[in-house]
């Protein structure tokens, strides 16, 4: 019994408009929800990322789905183990369990299925229509491939978040023996990756020990590299800062780019990253740091691993 599925990340800023401008920007949707703002993907009835003004851009929490039994599972773990089942924060009044992990972030589940994302559950029985051709197989054959600079891109979902941990033993054990997420592969002793045991992406929450709590990335699915592509394009056009890629990850093999948020967060565009199906007997690696970020890119920036929300 174990959370199924990732549902949003909450983020304070000092100004909601300004956050939901980049996101709109970047093909989202914006919603106003009382006093806190909400910016979805196109198509998908599921919040990605909810803002609530506060004086600096900070995690606020995360939001995870579960099944009815996975929430009294996860009560009854979380009690058990002497946590206090809060009642939702007043800025964000939403359903499900709220509680704190060892940084003092706020943690939600609730009963919720991971709505359907562009290329979603039918997706097996419906390939895209994106064909490659490859030395001496034209899969694509009297057709151009480039599509048009303006042609228009969005997100198909928020596919994982890495946050800043001053503790990364003790936040693995909360997310893995109370949440029942597993560990699917470690860069040494400062990062980890987690995924969810009933079949999800390589990592759903990744972690990087630091000397605050804080999101170090969000993380949006592309529908293929040309979609990052026009995505970093279309976000430069606007006058976003690029910060790293066109690249490929090692730990998890997804295609990558990263822009800068107006306060120095990060997020991330990728597509193709690793799966780990149901019951799959997936063998953790701990990676060497040296090389372990691209398997090939530009030069890693020197601020890409920077906490901004320590140093801010
Ligand atoms: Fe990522």
Redesign the pocket.
């Known amino acids: 019994m174990t959370v199924t599925n990732l549902q949003h990340v909450g983020l304070e800023v000092p100004d909601i408009d300004r956050a939901l401008s980049f996101y709109t920007d970047a093909g989202l949707e914006r919603l106003e929800r009382g006093n806190y703002g909400v910016a979805r993907c196109a198509g998908r009835d599921q919040d990605q990322v909810v803002f609530v003004e506060g004086p600096r851009r900070r995690l606020h929490h995360v939001s995870f789905g579960t099944t009815e039994a996975g929430s009294a599972a996860i009560i009854a773990r979380l009690e058990g183990d002497g946590h206090t089942v809060l009642d939702a924060p007043n800025e964000t009044p939403e359903p499900g369990i709220w509680v704190r992990d060892p940084d003092g972030i706020l943690v939600n589940v609730k009963v919720a299925d991971a709505a359907p994302s562009r290329g979603g559950p039918d997706a097996i029985d419906n390939p895209p229509d994106w064909l490659v051709n490859v030395p001496g197989h034209y899969y694509r054959q009297g057709l151009r491939a480039a599509p048009p600079h303006d042609t228009p891109v969005q997100p198909c979902r928020l596919g994982?978040v890495?946050q800043f941990t001053t503790d990364i033993e003790a936040k693995i054990d909360f997310y893995t023996r109370l949440l029942g997420m597993k560990v699917s592969d470690r860069i040494g002793p400062g990062i980890a990756f987690m995924y969810i045991p009933g079949g999800s992406d390589h990592h759903v929450v990744?972690l990087a020990q630091s000397d605050a709590p804080g999101l170090h990335?969000a993380?949006f699915e592309m529908g293929n590299v040309d979609e990052i592509g026009l995505e970093a394009a279309h976000m430069i056009d606007k006058g976003h800062r690029h910060h790293w890629g066109f690249g490929r990850h090692v730990v998890g093999s997804?295609f990558?780019t990263y822009f800068r948020d107006p306060w120095d967060g990060l997020v991330?565009f990728?597509s193709d990253i690793d799966y780990i199906p149901a019951d799959y007997d997936w063998q953790p690696r701990d990676w060497p740091l040296e090389g372990a970020l691209a398997s090939w890119a530009p030069k890693v920036p020197d601020d890409f691993i920077t906490n901004f929300e320590a140093v801010n």
Request: no cysteine; hydrophobic share 45%; net charge negative.
């Open positions: 994982h890495l990744a990335h993380s997804n990558f991330e990728f």
